[in-house]
């Protein structure tokens, strides 16, 4: 009896010591932030339906749009990043005029405080209300600003998360213009 | 003075069972719309807040997805179709109910694995001790008993 | 300058709490006893050095000495002064430093306390365990975690710390709590440790501790409860507990110390339980390290985490100490510590402990599965989900109504056996008074099985413990209220009263959402807000936008929202109706359009939730009475006599 339980002591806590052991053993391989970020399924899909009466007046409907580049961006105006790429935006719109667009999704901003914004910073292209946020779910935004490139036939070709140059987009879309020139 | 107990732990009796019954009636009827989408909007995570739902998350994705519940609830979908719906645009960790299948499903099974199993070693030591009580002398006791009567 | 005193102050310590162990080290391994006392100056140099230390962080965070890193990245000069003081603990580095002058009051008390018995090894052995600890903490301040570094260029105002961590008194003594509550089970810890490695046997090393069990234990609840308290003031959602991975992290070492502090009392009457015992403070301690851990590696995202940093491979290494050391120990020494005895009957107050254990054990297993769950699955094969809240409802719910049973029986029971007609007998008051609080629940119009048989149970813990007292007082006056097992039953009724509160607020809540103009009312389940007004005002560099609401019968109140200069989003601040039936919570959900008069309300009528902060504090009274030492009446001692024999 002496002897028996002696041993099982033993293993009880030589099976706790492998168990806790392999549990520091998992935490110790965990990268720290490991995050949710850019894990977005819509890349290589056709662009979600997005359609409405802009700022200006104008129906848009972006299926009309995607003869050209579309560059979908979310933005609201109380965010920092937003307000510095806003210029690279327009930068991007300056370029591209011949053959694409931008489109702006207000994104946890008040429809006011958006037009105040694009009466402030400039950009003439077409900003379009979210009404039930069904565009945000759809390109799954997170928070503001996210971008979205459409290629030329509707599909989407790349997200970014964060602030945005117009050099950036425009390297993508040199990138995929000489890969569907070269076959 | 017996008679006097047992009378009283009936009347206890029947205040709990009237009052569970009470509770049982006061319940509301079955979920409305609205009760469906709260509580879909409950056991959804929003995406950027570090673990709080988005029923009672500020930041605008939370919002946007509390947006979209009402809508697809209102449009007559299934709770599983807009988990998937928001499980596919945001990733599964935005159901705050682990799933219930696959190497997920352990987190469910295995407290009550544990449960099960530590009760039942509670009641395995419970008629151990039990059975121990009657305690026989061991051989030593019979020896010291033996060498005192022996001295005596 | 500052900064300068500050690391020197950690050096200092760090080195008083190297030559205190090298010379218990010395002491313990040559064993010549007129050393001893060479322990003690090192010990004063080390609480010296960090109390060093403590005061120049707090005379830069008050004079705004933003040549300090820490300081120019948490305090600003327009933090109110409170604030500034209390951005000690605001952020990683502050926060362990904190931690250590935690630990050297502990130390120094613990020295103070056995200052005659250091040539006992029992006790020179703990101090060595609690200056390892240390060494540990000074080493992560001096190097990994400094918080003096400075900044060449000294920026003309700080960044300040997050706006939802500087606009409550709350967050000023809550971590402090908490600190006390996390950095006091080291004591016992150290006593657990030393008590395996010299083989001592006898219940000594746990009387010895008992006291200091229970300040931290009581700590910890009541800074636990601080933090719920100051997420329902301040996040704005209504809620107080969310099973944030940081929540669970302080909760862990909680339960584990609850169960202890319970189960401790088999081992002190029936010499019970020994290894178990042991186990618990083991556990209970590397929890703490282990939470630790979680909230300062960034591996698990939480709203309260602190911002990663590269502390974390070192706290687990450290976890991982603690484990192999505590592992190896028991395994070694296990079968020494076996107890002789056995239990006589489940039906006794012996058995009640060991259900609670039992029921305690399995509330910390799925507390830390469900933390820790994504992790591993992540781990295993890659994919990401979520264990959040309804998990743990429905997990815990059912062991939390089992423990209310468990707490109502256990003090109705004998110890050794109890006769089913003497429970019957004592059972009767408590069993009438839970189904009093049932009858009274339905008719307010409560509903639902489960929440109406949780007060009901509630009821009866709380019939269960003041029978005792009552019992006690006749027998005793008031020194039957005091003691383990007065103040524990003091204890009782304040969880049955946090109970009543949790439930009947999580049950019961009931929430609209109006948008009104100036003179307009809205109404949520009998209670009738009116908007009266929208002042919109600077506070210092901070744009505050409140609604002024009256709430029949409670007077004005004002949620507001805050728009602060160096962060982005607007944060919300909640109001709150109290009352002992029921809460108004109301809360502003955005910044009004500047063309409009009227605003959104979000209500929320949360009842009972004031019993829930009364509750902590009458368990908070319960634990300083059980600390209150009295002597063991006379009939206990019999009892105990006849234990032993």
Known sequence: MKHRSLSSVRIVSAAAGIVLLSFVLVLATRDAGTGTLSKNPLIGELVPEVQGVSFQGEWFDIDDATSGWVLVNFFASWCVPCVQEHPELMEWNRRHRADGVVVSIPFGDTEQDARTFFAKNGGDWPVLIDDESEWAVAFGVLRPPESFLVAPGGTVVAKWQGQITADEVDRVVTELDERNAAP | ?152 | MTALLGTVGVWVALAGALGASVMLILTLGIRQDERHNRAFPWVAVMVSGCVVAVVAMEIALLTDNFSLAYVAANSTKTTPVLYKFATLWGALEGSLLLWALVLCLYVSAVSLNFRHQISDRLVAWALLTMLVVCVFFFGLLAGPADPFGTLPNPPVDGNGLNPLLRNHPLMAIHPVMLYFGYVGFTVPFSFAIAALVTGRLDERWLTSTRVWTLIAWGSLTVGVLLGAWWSYEVLGWGGYWAWDPVENASFLPWLTGTAFIHSVIVQERRGMLRVWNLCLLLATFALTIFGTFLTRSGVIESVHEFSASSLGPLLLGFFALILVVSVTLVGLRGDQLRSPGSIDSPLSREGSFLANNLLFSLFAFVVLLGTVFPLIVEAINGDQLAVGRPYFDRMLLPIGMALLLVMGLAPLLTWRSTAGSVLAQRALAPAACGAGVMAVAVVAGAEGVGPVLGMGLGGFVIGAALRHLVIAFRRNGWRGLVGRSGGGMVAHVGVSLLAFGFIASTAFSEEGEFQLRPGDTGSVAGHHITFVALTDTMDGPNRVVRALIDVEGRGIHSPAITQYPTFGRPIATPSVATSFIDDVYLSLIAIPEPDTDSVVIRVLIEPLVAWIWIGGFVIGVGTLLAVIPVGISRSARREEEVVRR
């Open chain 2, 1 to 152: 003075m017996n008679g006097y107990r047992r009378l009283s732990w009936l009347l206890i009796l029947l205040v709990v069972v009237g009052a569970l019954v009470g509770a049982v009636l006061a319940e509301d009827p079955p979920a409305t719309e609205a009760e469906r989408a709260y509580e879909i909007k409950e056991t959804m995570l929003c995406p950027v807040c570090d673990g709080q739902n988005v029923l009672e998350s500020n930041a605008p994705v939370a919002a946007a997805i509390r947006a979209q519940v009402d809508e697809l609830v209102d449009e007559g979908r299934t709770d599983e179709e807009i988990r998937a719906w928001m499980a596919r645009q945001y990733g599964d960790d935005v159901n705050a109910n682990p799933p219930r299948s696959g190497l997920g499903a352990l987190v469910w099974v295995l407290p009550v694995f544990v449960g099960v199993l530590a009760s039942a070693l509670l009641v395995l030591a419970f008629t151990r001790w039990r059975s121990g009580r009657e305690i026989k002398p061991s051989e030593e006791d019979v020896q010291i008993v033996r060498t005192l009567r022996e001295k005596s």
